[in-house]
């Protein structure tokens, strides 16, 4: 038994989670200090959706967020999520692009790289695990947690070992859909305590209802560290709340140590950034309740909204439960892979598909197309013959470590963007998402120049010609 460490995912997760990663930095400024005074294990604050986020929608360069992050927080280790060989996008990237990435990151200020592949492909993490560790920060593996036939304990408890072999310095069950339920929580983390002897995280979400449950299971089968989200934007597709669990494990063997008074401080401070977001209709408070669909088709509450929001566009909402039937139908159809970013956008797009369609698999997106031809990696079981041939015809399904066909990406890419580069950084937003930094850039340079207008016509009223 021994205290229980805290990751806080506000800064990441959870407002990914609740409101489509809109949290601005200027919102998150103001109470950085006071996070850096409660002792958490860790705050995780980049990676993930945040870096498309902050591009897209919030006209942020999420280098500034980082490095702004790091000036504020002296004392606690700043995390980051990193999809392996995807880095943060969706699709694989060329191992010179992963590993001048990772490089970046931790120069500008991230300690821990949590890495995963959405098929536990272990190939597929390699080199950002070898990059983290090479950088002198900690390597965390994640194991993508999911329910299927194939996916046994034993399987679990293999994987670690393999990962804590290849370097890893921790271990996390990443359990995005949130299908832990406690028991089966306390013989996995039993399995993988008496296994491997590197620290284990937990990670889930509350979309089912269970995620307080199975922490708890959990912490008393020697987990070492959970995730938690400050109590304004936990819960629902979120993690559980930081303050029950502190309350709840406080004068007991595990005690986190951590204070409520400060921890409300932080509470206070995102109440009425939460109350605005549901004012504005950011915060759907749908996404607040329980979800048992979670556990009948294993879709992770992010993947729900999208799966609304695609049938919305096709006007056929009416399809909805008729596509939730067909999604662990084409899972299986792809040899069951986690549901997680990308598999579950591609597997959700694809359950539409064959349901708007009226014939399965009468359209494939070029994605599940790659996918099948062996394009990310290594499935858990190997899909029916009749699958691949009706998606691919008689193409060559690949068997090697899916980066070994990516030629180095990122001296043609600094090229390309030549006249827009400022930092060496902004090289890697561009190969990431291109048309999105694009759009940056130019927002970026206009501001510049506004701001430049705006001092040459204040000089001119006050030094008249």
């Known amino acids: 038994m021994s205290t229980i460490k805290i990751t806080e995912t506000i800064l990441r997760d959870a407002h990914q989670s609740l409101i489509a990663t809109r949290l601005k930095t200027e919102e998150m400024v103001p109470i950085l200090e006071s996070l850096d005074a409660v002792g958490y294990h860790a705050l995780e604050c980049w990676g993930g959706a945040t870096f498309d986020a902050s591009l897209r929608y919030l006209n942020e360069n999420p280098w500034d967020r980082l490095r702004t992050i790091k000036k504020h927080v002296k004392h606690t280790k700043l995390q980051m999520l990193l999809r392996g060989q995807n880095i943060l996008g969706y699709k694989h990237y060329a191992d010179d692009v992963v590993e001048e990435f990772v490089k970046r990151a931790i120069a500008n200020g991230i300690d821990i790289v949590r890495i995963f592949d959405a098929l536990n492909d272990i190939r597929n993490i390699e080199t950002a695990m070898r990059v983290t560790k090479k950088e002198g920060a900690h390597a965390q593996a994640a194991i993508s947690y999911t329910i299927s036939p194939v996916h046994t304990i034993e399987k679990y408890v293999d994987l670690a070992k393999n990962m804590v072999s290849m370097g890893a310095d921790s271990i996390c069950i990443k359990d995005m859909s949130g299908l832990l339920t406690p028991y089966e929580t306390e013989k996995l983390v039993k399995a993988l305590k008496s296994n491997i002897n590197v620290p284990l995280e937990i990670h889930s979400h509350y979309t089912s209802g269970l995620a307080s449950m199975s922490y708890l299971k959990a912490i008393e ?28 494990l406080q004068g007991t063997p595990y005690d986190t140590g951590l204070d409520l008074t400060k921890l409300d401080k932080i509470t206070r401070h995102f109440m009425p950034i939460r109350e605005a977001a549901i004012d504005s209709g950011l915060l759907d408070p749908k996404m607040l309740g329980v979800d048992i669909n979670t556990l009948v088709y294993q879709v992770p509450g992010g993947m729900l909204s999208n799966l609304v929001s695609q049938l919305k566009s096709q006007n056929a ?148 010609v």
């Not at 989200?229 to 309350?247: C, D, H, K, N, R």
């Not at 001296?411 to 694009?438: G, T």
Request: hydrophobic share 40%; aromatic share 8%.
């Open 317 to 464: 909402l009416d399809k909805y439960d008729e596509v939730l039937k067909e999604v662990p139908r084409v899972r299986e159809d792809l040899g069951f892979p986690p549901l997680v970013t990308p598999t579950s956008q591609m597997v959700g797009t694809q359950a539409v598909l064959n349901v708007v369609m009226g014939e399965r698999y009468k359209m494939v997106p070029k994605e599940i197309k790659e996918y099948v031809k062996g394009m990310y990696g290594k499935p858990a079981v190997e899909m029916h013959p009749d699958i691949v041939k009706k998606i691919i015809g008689d193409q060559e399904v690949i068997t090697c470590r899916p980066a070994d066909l990516i030629e180095p990406q990122l001296k043609l890419e600094r090229e390309q963007i030549k006249a827009y580069i400022e930092e060496e950084e902004d090289v890697l937003s561009y190969v990431l998402f291109p048309n999105v930094a694009l759009d940056y850039f130019k927002f970026r340079q206009a501001q510049k120049y506004k701001i430049d207008s705006d001092l040459v016509n204040n000089e001119e009223k006050t030094h008249p």
């Open 221 to 248: 089968s020697g987990v070492d560290i959970i995730d938690t989200a400050i109590s304004p934007f936990a819960l629902g597709t979120s993690q559980p709340a930081t303050e029950p669990m502190v309350a709840a």
